[in-house]
């Protein structure tokens, strides 16, 4: 079994230590070594759970995880295709490679003041801008698989004369599948990373778990700005966790899961 | 160099029956002038209709690459490999290579894998369930029909991949250590599945091994090839019929004389 399903399999190894944390940073508030402005105690940000609810902060993630989701559909339904096929048809990678590279260098949250001139501010740059460099980790990944895939296996397709739409779905798909996996993790954590902060400086009106966190944090709520950040930080472990799922589910197939 | 009871010298088969030919064929590794000879140059080589011949030489002596080349995925530097006119179709030709999972797709079970082929050269539903019951009963593969190849073992491997290789009825089979990872037992019932395959629906058979007693087992005419560049160092026949017993004076004068002439291409 791949190493990621273990921490399921063994619940303790995973929980003792985030205990262990907590009881640290208990103790660390309970005995006053900090200021509790720097850092509240767990059971203040706990207890700000509910002004947060009231506040619609289930909204928020929920606006959140859609506009995450979203930029991740877009960069998967756009960057595998098309990375398949780059893959596939190497002569058209080549030409590609280097603007792609050059693109992959730009930090995307530099771009962001291009994004609102370009498309405004709202729903459709947040999401474009996180949906941006996931496309680019999703495609570029997704080429490697491809150009890794199995020469051998690949002469069946010649074998039985399979069309280029043939090959890609019914082998060179499967053979960059485990690397599609691996650019879909990056850009998962890319997307969250990306909207929450997009949502932070995208100014009054908007919503959201960032717009959320900048405010608490502005106006000094700041165990309600922890407690945000621990959902930030869960919702991207949750992430990660479907995301195993899918590959461990997916790729069933792969000879080293059984072993 | 060989006198031997019932082996004899290869006649030049008669033109219009071959399946294949290779011609004046050249091929080498190293692409940049290099000290090393080319592998092969001006190799000539004819393969009867519906024989079933052994190709054979030490390791590393160029057979997988002649395999390959004649099978057209790897290109010789110069010559040509002709195939007979009557292969209308790609599939008319395969090659299995000596890795199994080269030869499969580890993502299908192993009922996909037989399937697949079949599919896509268009047989009827009914045709290919008749014939993927038949292989699998052939070659044993009945109980893991439902399993995926990374959850088989070597053998079962490597008999699902020739089982897949044969499964369109090819004219034309260039097999590459299709028996290595198969114990004995099982390649006994292997080889006759393959001999009873091959003589049933007249394919033509090229199996590639270095393995002696594999060979006796099923060959018909034996082809070693050896030396740099690549020459045929022996071309017999073996017509005993089958099966085959070790301890015959048959069997054993011809096993020696591979065994030798072998030895003598060895670099």
């Known amino acids: ?259 | 160099m060989l006198t031997v009871l019932s082996t004899q010298r290869a006649r030049a088969p008669a033109a219009g029956e071959h399946a294949l030919r290779v011609r004046g064929v050249d091929f080498s590794y190293c692409t940049a002038a290099s000290d090393s000879k080319a592998l092969y140059s001006g190799f000539e080589l004819d393969i009867e209709q519906g024989s079933v011949v052994a190709l054979m030489g030490a390791s590393g002596c160029g057979k997988s690459t002649l395999g390959k080349m004649m099978a057209r995925i790897i290109k010789p530097t110069a010559g040509r490999i002709e195939w007979s006119p009557q292969f209308s179709r790609r599939a008319d030709v395969v090659y299995m290579d000596q890795h199994p999972m080269n030869s499969i797709f580890p993502w299908q079970t192993v009922r996909g894998n037989l399937e697949y082929p079949l599919e896509k050269l268009g047989w009827s539903d009914l045709e290919c369930h008749a014939r993927v019951a038949y292989l699998a009963s052939l070659f044993r593969l009945d109980g893991i029909l439902d399993s995926l190849p990374a959850q088989i073992s070597g053998g079962e491997l490597q008999r699902l991949a020739l089982a897949r290789c044969l499964s369109w009825r090819p004219p034309l089979v260039i097999l590459d250590e299709p028996f290595s990872a198969l114990d004995r037992d099982v390649k006994t019932n292997i080889i006759h599945a393959l001999h009873e395959l091959a003589t049933k629906d007249g394919m033509t058979v090229v199996l590639i091994t270095h393995n002696v007693s594999d060979a006796l087992a099923i060959g018909m005419r034996y082809v070693i090839i050896g030396d740099r560049p690549v020459r045929t160092m022996s071309d017999m026949e073996f017509k005993s019929p089958h099966p085959r017993e070790r301890g015959t004076l048959d069997y054993d004068t011809m096993e020696k004389a591979l065994i030798a002439c072998i030895r003598d291409g060895l670099v």
């Open chain 1, 1 to 259: 079994m791949p190493i990621l399903t273990k921490p399921l399999r063994q619940p303790t190894r995973v929980i003792a230590p985030l205990l262990l944390l907590l009881a640290a940073w208990a103790a660390v508030a309970g005995f006053g070594l900090v200021d509790p402005i720097v850092l509240p105690a767990p059971w203040s940000v706990l207890h700000a759970v509910s002004g947060m609810v009231r506040d619609r902060i289930v909204g928020d993630i929920a606006l959140t995880l859609g506009r995450v989701l979203g930029a991740l559909a877009i960069a998967g339904a756009v960057g595998i295709p098309v990375g398949l096929y780059l893959g596939y048809r190497q002569r058209w990678y080549q030409m590609v490679e280097g603007p792609l590279h050059a693109l992959r260098s730009i930090p995307a949250s530099a771009l962001f003041p291009l994004f609102l001139i370009i498309v405004g501010v709202g729903e459709t740059s947040i999401v474009a801008l996180a949906a941006y460099p996931s496309l680019l980790v999703i495609l570029v990944n997704t080429v490697t698989g491809a150009t890794l895939a199995n020469k051998r296996r690949l002469y069946q397709a010649k074998l039985f004369e399979l069309s280029s739409f043939e090959t890609i779905t019914d082998i060179v798909f499967y053979e960059a599948l485990p690397n599609i996996f691996d650019g879909v993790r990056t850009a998962a954590s890319y997307s969250m990373v990306l909207v929450i902060a997009v949502e932070m400086f995208v100014g009054l009106g908007e919503r959201g778990l960032g717009r959320a966190i900048y405010e608490y944090q502005a106006t000094y709520r700041i165990p309600e700005a922890y407690a945000a950040v621990i959902v930030a930080g869960a919702i991207g472990i949750l992430l990660n966790l479907v995301v195993n799922t899918l590959q461990n589910r997916m790729l069933r197939w792969l000879p080293n899961v059984h072993e």
